[in-house]
């Protein structure tokens, strides 16, 4: 687990489940001869937020909707609070102490605030309801708007209905598919600020569906990367982004250059000079591919050199510089605001020192010479 919380979170859920909250094991889904979702294993533990993200098709809303019983798997095992909910039983989504919050808020129209919360707590007395729909309703910050209908209400204010109803049942595991993508940029990160802290001062664990690589990123305490149905990656996302496991996930999560390149003893050089070096690989004689991100990359300007500015992008805070390489082959740079090297000028291209590039031989990521490779 990796919730920071200290104290005991406002209304907690009840029973303290040891082990994963939400637990997916080899879970496999196909639509006629269509593998949505092979084989997955996943958890989440106690206080968590796993985000899972991937290509649009790659089956992340297949598994969140296995997750909530809303599909069933073909082979495999889901668990909600460590009770097996599909494999070799079946419980149906109303019965499995999830909480769903959906892109399109699926609020009902008919209903206020108030009465769309209630519609999940139907387990509760009845003299207990109204001081926990006012509870959570404090807890997405709007406690004043009970009495209004969705209609009355901003997309961002729906959202964070949705997620007070969700949350209001008190359930083991929320999970959220796509919640912020019908909003604007900003209020997007305006309503995941808010979404995240309720989980968090509820200690609600949580499983996010987003295409978002900033808000995967920003918003899990781990993050699962999803291609063809299958997790290529698991970890935090620090270790995704900075070590990911392939070409797929490093230009999946963020941008990433690819030069060829060579170790020999322990030194990694490519066609702008030497890289760094790479403990572990002495006695190493070995093509690989060297992967930069574009604050790995440093410019200086240079009138000798063969490679040379093409393309320039504001960004605001940063400029992102396109650089041809004397090979033909294009580095990108983030230049600090007030930085910008017009196209056709001829730059100096380096590694910025202390930089850590991931190796690559094949589509594979690499932490340690491959076998054979030592001489
Ligand atoms: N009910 C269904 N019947 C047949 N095929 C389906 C069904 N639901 C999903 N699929 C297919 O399964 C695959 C995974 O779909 P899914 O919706 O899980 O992907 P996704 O990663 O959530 O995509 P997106 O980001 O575009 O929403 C896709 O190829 C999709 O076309």
Not at 27 to 48: F, N, Q, R, W
Not at 116 to 127: K, Q, T, V, W, Y
């Amino acid at each position: 687990m990796t919730s920071t919380r200290t104290s005991a979170p406002v209304g907690a859920p009840t029973g303290p489940p040891a082990g994963p909250v939400l637990a997916l094991s080899g879970v496999t889904k196909s639509y006629g001869s269509h593998p949505a979702v092979c084989g997955v294993d996943l958890a989440v533990s106690p206080g968590e937020v796993v985000t899972v993200i991937g290509p649009s098709g790659c089956g992340k809303s297949t598994l969140l909707r296995l997750a909530a019983g809303l599909e069933r798997p073909d082979s495999g095992e889901v668990r909600v609070g460590g009770r097996v909910v599909a494999g070799s039983t079946w419980v149906p989504p109303e019965r499995r102490r999830v909480g769903m919050v959906f892109q399109d808020h699926a609020l009902f129209p008919h209903l206020d605030v108030a009465h769309n919360i209630a519609f999940g707590l139907d387990e509760l007395p009845r003299s207990q309801r109204a001081g926990r729909i006012a509870e959570v309703l404090e807890l997405v910050g709007l406690g004043h708007l009970g009495q209004r209908h969705p209609h009355e209400l901003s997309g961002g204010e729906q959202q964070r209905v949705a997620l007070a109803r969700a949350l209001a049942p008190r359930p083991t595991v929320v999970l959220l598919d796509e919640p912020f993508s019908s909003l604007d940029a900003n209020l997007r990160t305006q309503v995941r600020t808010q979404t995240l802290a309720a989980l968090r001062e509820t200690g609600s664990a949580a499983m996010v569906v987003t295409h978002d690589q900033t808000e995967a990123l920003s918003m899990g305490d781990r993050l699962a990367v999803l291609k063809d149905g299958v997790v290529r990656q698991v970890g935090t996302p620090s270790e995704v982004y900075e070590s990911p496991s392939s070409r797929f996930v490093a230009s999946f999560m963020g941008d990433a250059d690819f030069l060829p390149a060579h170790v020999r003893d322990a030194l990694l050089t490519c066609e702008i000079g030497v890289v760094s070096t790479v403990p572990g690989w002495g006695h190493t004689d070995l093509d690989v591919e060297v992967m930069l991100r574009p604050h790995e990359v440093a410019l200086r300007v240079d009138g000798t050199s063969h490679d040379v500015v093409e393309r320039v992008e504001y960004h605001g805070a940063f400029v992102l510089h396109h650089v041809r390489l004397a090979s033909g082959r294009s580095v990108r740079s983030w230049q600090q605001h007030g930085v910008q090297h017009a196209p056709g000028t001829p730059v100096a291209v380096s590694v910025v020192p202390g930089s850590r590039p991931v190796l690559l031989v094949g589509e594979d990521a690499v932490s340690a010479p491959p076998v054979g490779a030592r001489r």
